[in-house]
Each structure stands twice: as structure tokens, then as C-alpha cells.
């Protein structure tokens, strides 16, 4: 049987980083835009790729495991065991961190595996899976996050995971965090090395990335549900981020080798 850890909301994190410590690499697997929020914020601690085409990540070739793999479980059918097990038979040597709203496990852990896995609730928050991996980690781990987001920080992701569909300002983002908008943008900026805003359109991009990968839907169904203007401004905003359009993205986007050695399969 593998081993299990049950998630802990105040465990200590294991060792830190300092500036010239590597990123660890990590697998996210979610299937909502809200968890793909808390692997942006990710990127402070992790080299982070997000894969929405969740079995083709699994199924291509690996060069190069990554030291986590976050699956979010959405609890239906027989998928979701299968897919752990497909993770945890490719990934032997990865730690692999369920999210999961339900505390039934039947049927998830049947393969021998060396590999080191815990649940966490589903929807996580994102200090308590910041912790949660921490655990996980041996101590002294060079890799190991280095701590908490700050409270307001913290507020103003949940926030926009909340309500990236609908109009957000940094001056309503900073109201629900609970501080002025420039003393956000300050918190902000020395956690994540990002802003606000640039937060909300990485993650609106992210959005659109899945309904283009995982759906038939059109541009302005797409531009609607990951909260943008409309199709053109989807459009200008995802080639100028990305260097591709939409349509190209929905053909070969999560095709290409990624950082960290993952690629599709063919």
C-alpha cells in the first residue's frame, strides 16, 4: 500500500528556499478554473504546469518526472481511480496530492507503489496545500516551500478564483481582501512577483485553455465563460500572451514538450 498522509490545515512546512535554491517541479491536474488559480500562485514556490488534457499528460512521454503531482478529483464515475493509478504506475518516484471533496477512498489505492501520497480537501486552500505539500517532502528538503501567502494576498487569489467570469478592478479585488488597492498591489507583487491584474488575465487565459482543449465550444462562448470582453478580445489578448491563436492552441497547444518533459502522446 502506498502511504497515506491525512491533510493538516497547520503543519509546519519542511526546510525554505532561498534565492538560489531551483524550483521543484510540479504536475497540476485540475478540472476547474478556481484550482487553476492556486497553481499560478503556485509558481512562487514550484515550476508549475498546467495540463488539462489530464489523461495525455499521463499518457506521453516523461522525461524527466516532477517531484509533485496535484490531481483534483472531481467524484464521479470510475475515472478518478483510474487516473490515480495511471499516476501513480508512471510517476513512482513523484509525490501525488488528491484533490478531493469526498473522504471515501475506496478503490484509489490498490497498486503498490513506493510513491508517497495524501489527500486534501477539495476545493484546497492555498496556504493548507502549500502546507500539505511541505508535509510530504522529507525534512531538510531543498525544495520545500518556504511558507504562507500573506492573509490579504491569500483573499485577493480566492477572490478572483471566485469571480474570474465576472468584472474584476483592482480597487473591488483589493475591498475583498480588505486593504487599499496600491498596499495590495505592494503584498502582491513581493508574493507572487506579479499584479492583480496580471493575475486575473493569467488565469482568464488558463480558462480559456481548457475550453479550448477540452471542448467544441465557440469564441464567444469561451470569451464569455473565462471573462473576457468578447471573442476579439480573447483573441488579442491569447496570441499576444501566448504567441499562438485560439485555433491553433485548440489543435496543438498542449501537444508541445512542456518544461517539465512532459508531452503529449501522439
Known amino acids: 500500500m502506498p502511504r497515506q498522509l491525512t491533510a493538516r490545515g ?8 532561498t534565492p538560489s535554491t531551483p524550483r521543484q517541479e510540479l504536475l497540476l491536474l485540475p478540472t ?16 508549475t504546469s498546467i495540463r488539462w488534457r489530464r489523461w495525455e499528460a499521463l499518457g506521453g512521454a516523461i522525461e524527466r518526472p516532477p517531484a509533485v503531482v496535484v490531481i483534483e ?5 470510475s475515472e478518478d481511480p483510474c487516473l490515480v493509478h ?28 513506493p510513491t508517497a501520497v495524501a489527500v486534501c480537501p477539495n476545493p484546497p486552500g492555498l496556504n493548507g496545500l502549500l502546507a500539505q505539500i511541505g508535509a510530504m517532502m522529507p525534512a531538510g528538503h531543498s525544495g520545500a516551500p518556504r511558507g504562507g501567502f500573506p492573509l490579504h494576498v491569500t ?6 478564483a471566485r469571480h474570474y467570469p465576472d468584472p474584476l478592478t483592482r480597487r473591488n479585488i483589493a475591498a475583498a481582501a480588505g486593504i487599499t488597492a496600491p498596499h495590495l498591489a505592494e503584498l ?5 512577483s506579479s499584479t492583480p491584474h496580471d493575475f486575473v488575465t493569467r488565469l482568464r487565459l488558463e480558462v480559456a485553455k481548457r475550453w479550448l482543449v477540452t471542448t467544441d465550444a465557440k469564441l464567444e462562448t469561451i470569451a464569455e465563460a473565462a471573462g473576457f470582453c468578447d471573442a476579439s478580445h480573447l483573441f488579442r489578448v491569447f496570441r499576444s500572451r501566448t504567441g499562438m491563436s485560439p485555433g491553433r492552441y485548440r489543435i496543438e497547444g498542449e501537444r508541445a514538450p512542456s518544461a517539465l518533459g512532459l508531452s503529449a502522446s501522439s
Do not use: V
Not at 497547520?10 to 528556499?17: D, F, K
Not at 476547474?32 to 515550476?47: P, Y
Not at 483573499?155 to 478572483?160: D, N
Open 10 to 17: 497547520n503543519c509546519p512546512l519542511n526546510g525554505g528556499l
Open 32 to 47: 476547474q478554473g478556481a484550482t487553476a488559480a492556486i497553481g499560478l500562485a503556485l509558481e512562487r514556490e514550484f515550476l
Open 73 to 77: 478529483l472531481d467524484g464521479r464515475g
Open 86 to 113: 495511471a499516476a501513480m504506475t508512471r510517476l513512482p518516484g513523484s509525490l501525488l496530492l488528491l484533490l478531493m471533496s469526498a473522504t471515501d477512498l475506496d478503490g484509489i489505492f490498490k497498486l503498490p507503489t
Open 155 to 160: 483573499r485577493a487569489i480566492e477572490h478572483i
Open 188 to 192: 502582491f507583487r513581493r508574493a507572487t
